[in-house]
């Protein structure tokens, strides 16, 4: 079974730091771009960071400088680090894998909460 599985998500104080983790699995083909979105209670799901296979890397304006995403290619593992996490930064976390053969897999999210 080809998936996606997050990991790293939790509650986290304003200023704290998180990292998640997906890892995809089930597929002998390779991953070309690897993204991670979010969505917040009651917004649409937006793009965060994305990375490609030769490690070129796009952000978000309201996470860069803050988030770096980065990747494990022979693992199949995208990470995304977030430092000086906000209130507005909560939100569940969605891993996104596009393949050079046109599948794209999407995780089941991970809850990250910022609150103190």
């Known amino acids: 079974q080809v998936q996606l599985v997050e990991s790293g998500g939790g509650l986290v104080q304003p200023g704290g730091s998180l990292r998640l983790s997906c890892a995809a699995s089930?597929?002998?083909?390779?991953?070309?771009?690897m993204e991670w979105h979010r969505q917040a209670p009651g917004k649409e799901r937006e793009l965060v960071a994305h990375?490609?296979?030769?490690?070129?890397?796009n952000y978000a304006d309201s996470v860069k400088g803050r988030f770096t995403i980065s990747r494990d290619n022979a693992n199949n593992t995208v990470y995304l680090q977030m430092n000086s996490l906000k209130p507005e930064d909560t939100a569940v976390y969605y891993c996104?894998?596009?393949?050079?053969?046109?599948?794209?897999?999407w995780g089941k999210g991970t809850l990250v909460t910022i609150s103190s």
């Open positions: 089930g597929s002998r083909f390779s991953i070309n771009a």
């Open positions: 996104r894998a596009r393949y050079f053969v046109g599948m794209d897999l």
């Open positions: 990375i490609t296979s030769g490690g070129s890397t």
